[in-house]
Each structure stands twice: as C-alpha cells, then as structure tokens.
C-alpha cells in the first residue's frame, strides 16, 4: 500500500470507452499505476489530486478538448514539465503542429502499435514500473 | 454648278451686247454685215453650247474635250487643243484636242520656261498669264520650232488663253485659224470669256472632288465608328445634360429590349429602379460636375429582367454640348464565375474536412481492432490455441490493410489538393535506392526471390526530396515483390541520363520476372482503384492506390515513371529523375509549387 501511495499514477484522459480500456489495460498488465478520466475537467482534477508522472490526452473530448485541456494543465506550477502525449485519431501533420503547439510533449496516432507501445511511453519519460506493481 | 453657270451666261451675254454694240457703230457695207452677223452667230451658238458642255461634263477631262470640239465644230477654227501644266517636266501636257490640224499637237512640245519651245504664244500666255495673239504664224519669229507643222497643217493665226485653278495659271486653251483675222477684237473678247469660264469650271470640279472625297472618308470613318460600337461586348450610349439619348450602340437595344424609336422618348434613370435610382442620379452629377465617375447597378430591361451591371461615364462636349459617354459591362458573367468559385472553394474545405473526419471516425474504431487483437497475441489475457492465434492474425491483417487504405486515402487526396510539402535538398540518391532495397528485401526473401542491387560505385549527388523518392522506390519494389511469384526483382540505378529533352537526371529501373502486364492494361495503372486482374487482389494484397500515389509523387518531384511489360516475363517500372542542377533545380522547385 505504502509503495503504491508513493508511485505516480499514469493518468489516461479519453472519452471513448474501448480505446480507455484498451490503454488503461495495456499500462496495468505492465505494472503501472493508473487512472482515468473521460473529461477534460475530470482529468484536470485527477491530475491535481494525483499529481501523475505522465498523462497521455486524448484531443477530441466532449465539451472541452484535449489542446484546451493540455493549456489549462500547462497553466499550472506543478505541470509545466509534465510529460503529456497526444494520442489521437487526429492524424494529419496539421494536428500534430497543433498539439505540440498547445504544449503536448510528444504526439501519438491512433490506431497505436501495442507491441511497441510501451516502449514508445518510455522513450517520451514514462519511468519503470512500481516493484510490486503486478 | 447652276449658279456659276448663271454668271457664266450674264457675263457671256454682256460681252456680247458689247460686240453687238460696237457693230452698230462701224456701219459697215450689208454684205460685211451680214458675215461677220454670221460669224458672231456661230460664237454665239458655239457659246451656248460650252456652257452646256459645262452643265453636261461629269469631268473636267469631258469637258475639255467637249469644248475643243464646239470650237471647232461651230467656232470654224482649224485647231484647238488645251494643255494642262506638268510642274515637273515644265511642259503643256495636252489634255484635249480637236480639229484636222490637231495632229498637229501630238508632234509638237510646248514648254511653259523660256526656252525655245517655251518661247511661242502658248509659252508667253502661260507665263504672263494673258492671252496671247498672233497674227502671222510664219511671220513670228518666235513660233520657228513649230515652223514645219504650221506650214504643213496650213495654219496661219494663233490666239492663245490662260487657264485658271484657284487663281493660279494652270494650261492654257490654244486655238489656231486658217486666216490672218480670225482674231479679231470681237472674237478674242468672246473666246477669253470662254478661258475664263473654264477656269471657273475648274475650280468647281476641284471643289467638288474635294467635297467628295472628304463625303466619302466621313462615310467610312461613320461606318467605322458604327461597327465599333457594335462590336464592343457592352452598352455604349451617349445623353445630354437632360438625359435625352442622342447615341446608343446596338448591345444597347438588345440587352434592354427597347426599340431605337423608343430610346429617344426614354431617360437615362428609366433603366434603373429601387435604390439605384438615386445612386444613378448621384453619380450622373458627378460626371457632369466633375468630368467621370463609375457605379454599378442593376440594368433593368424593358421586360422588367435586372442585369447586374458596371459603369462608367465620361463628360464631353458633342455636338455643342456637354454630353454623359458612358459604357456599361454585364457583371453577370463575373458573378457567376465568382459563385463557381466561392463553390469550389466550399468543396475544396468540405472535402478537406470530410477527409479529416472520414480518417478519425475510422482510426478510433482500428484502434480497438489492432489493439486488442495485439494484446490477444501478446497473450497478454492468457494463453491462445493455434487456431484462435490464427484467426486473430487475419483480424490484425485486415485492419492494417484498413488502416493503410486510410493512409494511401488521405495521401492522394492530399497530393491532388497540392497541400504535400516537397522538400528540396541534396542527397546521395545510391544511398536512398540502398534504404529502400533494404526495406523491402526481407518481403523478397520470404518469396524465396531472388533480390539484386546494382549502384555505381560513388555516391550520386541530386536535389529533390529524399522522403518522396525512397516513398515511390519502396512502393515499386514492394509491387515488383508481391506481383513476382517466382525469379527475382532486381534494381538498378543509371546515372547520366535525361528526365525529358535537356533535363538531366538518374534513372532508377525496378526489374521483376513477375506475372506482366497486359498493353490494353498499362494506361489503367496508374488510377486510383486498379488493381488491373481482380483475381490477383486477395493474393496480392494492396490498396490499389500505390502506382497512383507513385506517379503523382514522381510529378511534383518533376519525375517520371515509365512502364515496360510483357504478360508472363516480367516488368520493369523505371523511374527519371532530375538530378537538379542550378538550372533544372529551378525548374524543378517551380513544378513542386505547381
């Protein structure tokens, strides 16, 4: 309990329920900690109470979307070098400018590679998982 | 004419009164009288007739010749001809002539200088410009150049009289008699009215062909104002300060519908409703304070249709007043055309963002296809049976064939809107036809191909964009690959050749001992969607868009594909491409921008 109070969560912002299975299940048959939220304002007040060690954002959210969301994350002390990562279904070169733009770290389309997806979160600074993740 | 011959005649008749009067006095014997009553009667009649001869000739030319011969026929004289002055060679050029012994003239040369021949009464008349008499030809010493065709032709007096054009001695008229006294005072008064009246003659015909002619280019110069006018593709008219049109071009009567008669009962704001109206009147007054002005509208017809128009008037002074020119062009033609526009660019971003759309819907759902069937093989969830292994690996198969339709999609329809950046640099091209060959060896391999790659030994420099051109090579190789069901593929690169006439370039030919293709086939491969044997599709799997996406990629590189084949032994797809020197280079850039 105590290890995993002292982990960061990786915090998954995305609205479609398949896709937030699918990387929430990923993450967490890899040992990670994680959380996730379907809203942007939900994964901002996560974030705040979590302070997670990586948010991966998806863009297209309901009401307020992933560039708005990744702005309003920039805006705060505690997330100014939080790595956060696009995954997106937006892929055209014009979306990627657009996201690293609004201050995402690294941009990923969908549809994601799962067998070198990990890798890939770790390249852009996800850290090893907890011991006693699993 | 009339009146110059109603001069004519009084004058005439008043010389004659004289002559009469003058006859009177001498009181001659009857038998005198009555010849020389006789002889006067002959000038009289051949008078009258060279006034009719004037009111008669269509031209002074006729009219020369016809007075010569009433001079003859009822003056009795033996010869007579008129000269016309040539400036040039100072010479009486005879312009008619009458009489037995004129042919006489047509042996002798008269000048107007003084030399010799210029020295005879018709050279003295010219010069002094008054007529000139003599007596006894033989006797004159000054006639002696002619002195044989006067004896010849049995001539014996001479009476010589200035011709006049504008005032100016421009011929004389030359009369010879048989006689010592033909000339006489009676005679000389009569026949100088006759030089006179000829001179008269003259400067009316002058005027008239003057008169003419400037007829005749003012009619042109109508006619042609006319066909401009009419030919122009807009309404051309012209109105007055109080609106009355005084001209109007043809467009003007078809556009509006109006006859010719009923423009001239109309005002220029007759054409005009609503607020145009006072627009009009506004800008009419401009023009006429201010000299132009311009304004569009709507042109409303006699049947109550509105054409969307622009014009422009001009003020300028026609006719002793000011006028309004104006000119009117139908804006309708360009209003379309902006719709058109308006249209294709609302098209261009509908379709852009169908695309854009199109691609996402179709991403979030793959997601979940290629995620989970991932995780499934990752065996992530747990341990899978062969079969279950088997049949994940197809979904996984189909939704990256999906997914790479998706890609080639968005590809092509980014090329075709222009919106593919090209990059423009320098690179090893043997260094980009390695990579590409290597990416694509581990395929051939696993046909059990054989795979050759034959480069020059040194690096080949060349400007164009690295990515594009490794995208096309590893495209062909792929399809040479895949479409080879036994031998090999071979690639191979050609230096110092020509992309088109005068621009160098390398050439990069892909060769396969694959299954070919038909002639009929080779103009349908390069569409999007043809995959030319639709048996080959599920063996060979492919969107159908590579070759398409190939030859527009080659395009806005300035490249191009060639294809030879032949069914069962093989193609080769070969691709030229400019090595982009400083000159090409340029060409090269401008074609990417297009």
Redesign the interface.
């Known amino acids: 309990m105590n290890a995993a109070a002292e982990t960061a969560p990786v915090l998954v912002i995305e609205d479609?329920e398949?896709?937030r299975y699918?990387v929430v299940?990923?993450l967490e048959?890899h040992g990670y900690r994680v959380r996730a939220a379907s809203t942007a304002a939900e994964g901002i007040r996560l974030a705040e109470e979590e302070l997670p060690s990586m948010i991966l954002l998806d863009i297209?959210l309901p009401e307020v979307d992933g560039y708005a969301a990744v702005r309003a994350l920039r805006a705060i002390d505690a997330f100014r070098d939080l790595p956060v990562v696009a995954i997106t279904?937006?892929?055209?070169?014009a979306d990627r400018a657009r996201a690293l733009e609004a201050g995402c770290t690294a941009w990923l389309?969908?549809?994601?590679?799962?067998?070198s997806f990990l890798d890939t979160l770790r390249e852009l600074g996800l850290g090893p998982p907890p011991e006693d993740g699993r | 004419m009339t009146p110059i011959l109603t001069i004519v005649g009084l004058v005439s008749l008043v010389a004659l009164g004289v002559v009469v009067f003058q006859l009177r006095g001498e009181r001659r014997t009857a038998r005198a009288r009555n010849a020389e009553i006789e002889a006067l009667e002959r000038l009289h009649d051949a008078l009258r007739r060279v006034h009719q001869a004037m009111a008669w000739s269509a031209s002074r030319d006729e009219l020369l010749s016809r007075v010569c011969d009433v001079l003859v026929e009822r003056g009795g004289f033996a010869a007579t001809w008129i000269g016309w002055h040539d400036p040039e060679t100072r010479r009486l050029v005879p312009a008619a002539t009458a009489g037995e012994a004129s042919g006489m003239v047509e042996k002798i040369a008269v000048h107007t200088d003084d030399r010799p021949s210029g020295q005879g009464p018709s050279g003295r008349a010219f010069r002094s410009g008054r007529f000139e008499i003599v007596r006894d030809l033989m006797a004159d010493d000054r006639s002696s150049p002619w002195l044989d065709e006067i004896r010849r032709w049995g001539i014996v007096s001479a009476a010589v009289f200035p011709l006049r054009l504008h005032g100016e001695v421009c011929g004389t008229l030359n009369i010879y008699a048989p006689s010592p006294d033909a000339f006489g005072p009676r005679e000389v008064a009569l026949l100088d009215e006759v030089a006179r009246d000829l001179s008269r003659a003259f400067d009316a015909f002058a005027e008239r062909e003057q008169r003419s002619h400037s007829e005749v280019i003012a009619a042109r110069e109508a006619a042609l104002v006319t066909h401009l006018l009419d030919s122009v593709p807009g309404v051309i008219y012209v109105y007055d300060a109080k609106g009355h049109f005084l001209r109007w071009n043809r467009r003007f009567t078809e556009v509006t519908g109006y006859t010719d008669a009923e423009m001239r009962t109309l005002h220029p704001l007759d054409f005009f409703r609503g607020e145009d109206r006072a627009r009009l009147e506004a800008r009419i007054a401009t023009v006429f304070e201010e000299g132009s002005a311009s304004v569009e509208a709507d042109f409303v017809t006699k049947g109550g249709e509105t054409i969307p128009y622009f014009f422009t008037g001009n003020r300028v002074d026609f006719q002793r007043t000011t006028c309004l020119v104006g000119m009117g062009i139908d804006l309708s033609e360009r209003e379309r055309i902006e719709e058109e526009l308006r249209e294709a660019e609302a098209s261009d971003r509908m379709k852009s963002v169908f695309l854009?759309t199109m691609?996402?819907?179709l991403?979030?759902?793959?997601?979940?296809?290629?995620?989970?069937s991932?995780?499934l093989l990752?065996e992530?969830p747990g341990p899978l049976t062969g079969e279950q292994r088997r049949q994940l690996e197809m979904v996984r198969a189909s939704?990256r064939h999906l997914?790479a339709m998706i890609n080639d999609v968005?590809d092509i329809s980014r090329i075709e809107a222009g919106g593919l950046?090209v990059h423009d640099e320098r690179f090893d091209a043997v260094e980009a036809v390695r990579r590409a060959a290597e990416i694509v060896r581990p395929l051939a391999e696993a046909g059990d191909l054989d795979f050759e790659v034959e480069l020059p030994e040194g690096p080949v420099e060349i400007r164009s964009d690295r990515r594009r051109l490794e995208q096309i090579l590893i495209n062909l190789l792929t399809n040479a690959t895949k479409f080879t069901p036994e031998g090999g593929v071979r690639v191979v690169l050609d230096v110092g050749m020509e992309v088109s006439p005068g621009v160098p370039g390398v050439r990069i030919a892909v060769h396969d001992t694959g299954i070919g293709i038909a002639t009929e086939d080779l103009p349908k491969l390069f569409q999007p969607f043809r995959q030319l044997d639709s048996t080959l599709t599920r063996r060979h799997e492919g969107t159908g868009l590579g070759l398409a996406i190939c030859n527009r990629l080659a395009e806005l590189l300035g490249a191009r594909i060639e294809v030879e084949s032949e069914v069962g032994e093989g193609s080769t797809f070969a691709l030229r491409i400019p090595t982009g020197g400083d000159r090409v280079g340029e060409v090269a850039e401008g074609e990417v921008e297009a």
Request: hydrophobic share 35%.
């Open positions: 479609d398949q896709n699918l299940y990923l048959r297209q279904a937006h892929a055209l070169p389309r969908k549809p994601i590679e799962p067998d | 854009a691609s996402h819907e991403r979030t759902p793959l997601n979940s296809i290629l995620g989970f991932g995780i990752q992530l939704g997914l968005l950046e």
